[in-house]
């Protein structure tokens, strides 16, 4: 399978982040902490065919999220990621 075939987008992984944060993100901000690009969590693209889930910065293809997830624990790396605004509601 061709890398492009695996490539999904942000929203992909929505359900993921609620399970760890407690809200929706993917409607959230996000600025890439390589390039400075900002958009929304729902725009990055997202891998999910390896051993964790990777999600990249669709202007410099930038590794901004990292999850890998074991029956017993999750592992989060935003360290790609300079922030995220979350909104209050």
Sequence with gaps: MKAA????DG???GG???EIFGTDLTGSMGVCASCGAQGQVA???????APG???RCRSCEAVM????RSETRT?????GTRTIQIDER
């Design 43 to 49: 725009t990055l693209d997202v891998y999910v065919h």
């Design 5 to 8: 075939e695996m490539k999904l």
């Design 75 to 79: 592992w989060l790396d935003l360290s």
């Design 11 to 13: 929203n992909a992984i």
């Design 53 to 55: 889930i990777v999600a």
């Design 16 to 18: 993921l982040l609620i």
């Design 65 to 68: 999220i990292r999850i890998v």
